[in-house]
């Protein structure tokens, strides 16, 4: 029986023979004593065959098909041809990865051992390693491993900028934090100015609008008929703006210094500044969420989508979520705390955010929400791990099954079942993707036509100055042939 173990090292591949016995468990002691000792682990383990990888990108794809569980051709190659020898033997191959082993054993009808004896001499080879391949020096294999490491993890985390879900992440979390310090602000804001004006509070309930009013109306006394337009675009209502504009004559509150006046005025336009910002983020927010997770979104909206996102942590780890999860996420507390004490678990987490929730009556809450759980969990998985172009058809489909759903519980009328809606989601997106290809096509032609027209105006010039150059010439030409045959006539 001949024993080799294979060890995939950054550099390549390597094949080594350990010393034969019958019984591959009784070397387990003998390992495990010499792996700190090379003289004695290299009396035990000789190198038979190494294959260095050609190229980085030759590594990183083999590293690849390693991680997966696939037998790469190289690898295959370099088994077939160093294993040939021991094929009047019995021969066992020692494999540290047991996926890894299972695909060599079904793929080449070699005999693998994972575990034991195997990962103690795998852990003394990747210790002497250096030392067992001549040539190789240590600071060279840790630069290889340095190198492959670095392109393994930048091909692992590379991704489709427009199917980012990061940025969601981010926007979702900077948008809460956003609208607590609007709030804050404004209150503060609203409670500064009512020193000056405080039946303004009253008036103005809005904090933005609150804000921009304050700033526009500065001092009660400079607070004339000449901005009452500017106020009007502000408040968008007449009455309210003449309601403001007599509460400023007969108004209560005390007089305010210059220098006072200027620091709300600046805190009023930091305030607005920030609504502003928070309602751009909230558009690029949209944006992105119809971008990554179009379905999502068309079923429950941008910002409970993104939360949603954001508490999973990715768009991934929420595809991945089962639909009781999903349902509950966002409750954690809750639910534990149901738990420890015995008491009636949470019914919905984020997902009670949802429309569908405040809809449905007292009773039928908890079942709508374990319905929209189930559909939130589907859209999720058909935005993660679809490739092709993103389409908002199954999240459309999906919402009118919860719409169906709701008007079951009140009304009774049985609803379509899922595979039906499905089907009809998959013929309504092939449908609309045969027109886009049709239309691209017809967008294709048309950009030629435009292009050759374009080409031949471009040459029309150049064609016309030719052709009169050529009839100058010709012009020029014809009476001197003239001239010499009349000579030529006088002559005769």
Same mark, same amino acid.
Request: charged content about 25%; proline content about 3%.
């Given at each position: 029986m ?8 950054a550099?390549?591949y ?20 010499a792996?700190?000792?090379?003289s ?6 000789t ?16 590293i ?6 696939v037998v790469h051709?190289?690898l295959?190659?370099f ?14 191959l020692g ?18 051992q ?6 103690e ?8 390693f250096?030392?067992?391949v ?33 940025m969601?992440?981010?926007s ?17 804001i ?20 609150y ?6 109306i ?9 901005k009452l337009e500017?106020l009007?675009?502000i408040v968008?209502?007449s009455t309210?703006?003449e ?20 620091n ?32 999502l ?8 989508g993104?939360?949603?996102i ?6 991934t ?10 349902q509950?996420?966002?409750a ?5 705390r149901a ?7 949470p019914?919905?987490?984020?997902i ?11 009773k039928?809450?908890g ?7 189930n ?8 935005d993660?791990?679809t490739a092709?172009v ?7 489909k ?11 519980y ?5 609803p379509?079942?899922?595979i039906?809606?499905?089907?009809e989601?998959? $013929?309504?997106?092939?449908e ?5 290809? +049709?239309l691209s096509? !017809? =967008? %294709? &032609?048309?950009r /030629? ?13 150049a064609?016309?100055s $030719? ?7 010709t012009?020029? +030409?014809?009476p001197? !042939? =003239? %001239? &010499?045959?009349? /000579?030529?006539l006088?002559?005769?």
């Amino acid at each position: 029986m001949v024993f080799f173990v294979l060890f995939e090292h950054a550099a390549g591949y390597a094949l080594f023979r350990c010393q034969d016995t019958e019984d591959i468990g009784s070397l387990l002691p003998e390992v495990q004593e010499a792996v700190d000792d090379f003289s004695r682990f290299a009396s035990m383990v000789t190198l038979e065959a190494f294959s260095p990888f050609k190229t980085g990108a030759n590594a990183l794809d083999n590293i690849n098909s390693i991680s997966e569980g696939v037998v790469h051709d190289d690898l295959k190659v370099f088994l077939l041809n160093n294993l040939s020898k021991g094929k009047k033997q019995k021969v066992i191959l020692g494999v540290a990865d047991t996926k890894l082993g299972s695909v060599i054993q079904e793929t080449l009808s070699i005999t693998c051992q994972s575990g034991g004896v195997v990962a103690e001499i795998s852990r003394g080879i990747r210790s002497h390693f250096h030392k067992l391949v001549q040539g190789l020096t240590a600071p060279g294999a840790a630069k290889a491993q340095l190198g492959l490491g670095h392109s393994y993890s930048r091909a692992k985390v590379k991704f489709n900028v427009h199917r980012v879900d990061n940025m969601i992440i981010q926007s979702i979390s900077l948008l809460d934090q956003l609208d607590k310090d609007v709030n804050t602000f404004s209150m503060r804001i609203r409670e500064w100015y009512s020193y000056h004006f405080p039946e303004l509070v009253k008036l103005v309930p809005d904090n933005y609008m609150y804000a921009r009013t304050a700033r526009l109306i500065g001092s009660r006394k400079e607070f004339t008929e000449d901005k009452l337009e500017k106020l009007e675009a502000i408040v968008m209502d007449s009455t309210k703006v003449e309601a403001i504009y007599e509460a400023a004559k007969v108004s209560m509150g005390m007089d305010i210094a210059p220098l006072d006046l200027i620091n709300i005025e600046r805190f009023a336009s930091r305030v607005i500044e920030l609504a502003e910002y928070r309602k751009g983020l909230s558009e690029y927010l949209s944006s992105k969420m119809h971008q990554v997770a179009p379905n999502l979104t068309t079923l429950i909206g941008e910002q409970v989508g993104a939360r949603l996102i954001s508490h999973a942590g990715s768009l991934t780890n929420l595809a991945k979520y089962p639909a009781s999860t999903v349902q509950i996420l966002g409750a954690e507390k809750a639910l534990f705390r149901a738990l420890k004490t015995r008491g009636n678990t949470p019914k919905y987490g984020l997902i009670f955010h949802s429309s569908f929730i405040g809809r449905a009556g007292v009773k039928n809450k908890g079942r709508i929400s374990r319905y929209l759980a189930n559909k939130c969990s589907i859209a999720s998985r058909i935005d993660c791990f679809t490739a092709e172009v993103p389409s908002t058809v199954f999240g459309e489909k999906l919402k009118g099954q919860v719409e169906e759903r709701l008007s079951f519980y009140e009304s009774g009328v049985v609803p379509k079942k899922n595979i039906d809606v499905m089907k009809e989601a998959i $013929a309504e997106l092939k449908e609309k993707q045969q027109n886009a290809t +049709v239309l691209s096509e !017809k =967008k %294709k &032609k048309k950009r /030629k036509r435009d292009e050759t027209e374009e080409e031949v105006q471009e040459q029309q010039p150049a064609v016309e100055s $030719a052709a009169m150059e050529t009839t100058a010439e010709t012009d020029g +030409v014809t009476p001197k !042939k =003239k %001239k &010499k045959s009349r /000579k030529s006539l006088e002559v005769n």
